[in-house]
Nanobody, 112 residues
């Protein structure tokens, strides 16, 4: 049974940074593309960034230059470094494995 557990969310002021982690269990992380999605208040869930099993990376235009995804296959963990956070980044952030498996999400609130 695959389980994904996100952590690292919280309250941060505009301009601040957070690092999210997604720990996977029950599967071999290295064979899957990993994704971070987010869902803001009153908004639909959107894809933020993807890292393929070969390390190719894509970002949504809204986060390019501010967010960085990385993966440590040995630790079965994917990270999302978020810098220069803005109020519009407020959302529940979800980890997704291979477009099949989902974590429960971690809340990021950007507010002064």
């Amino acid at each position: 049974q695959v389980q994904l557990v996100e952590s690292g969310g919280g309250l941060v002021q505009p301009g601040g940074s957070l690092r999210l982690s997604c720990a996977a269990s029950g599967s071999i992380l290295s064979i899957y593309a990993m994704n971070w999605y987010r869902q803001g208040p009153g908004k639909q869930r959107e894809l933020v960034t993807t890292i393929t099993n070969r390390g190719y990376i894509n970002y949504a235009d809204s986060v390019k230059g501010r967010f960085a995804i990385s993966r440590d296959n040995a630790k079965k963990t994917v990270y999302l470094q978020m810098n220069s956070l803005q109020p519009e980044d407020t959302a529940v952030y979800y980890c997704n494995m291979g477009s099949q498996f989902w974590g429960k999400g971690t809340l990021v609130t950007v507010s002064s």
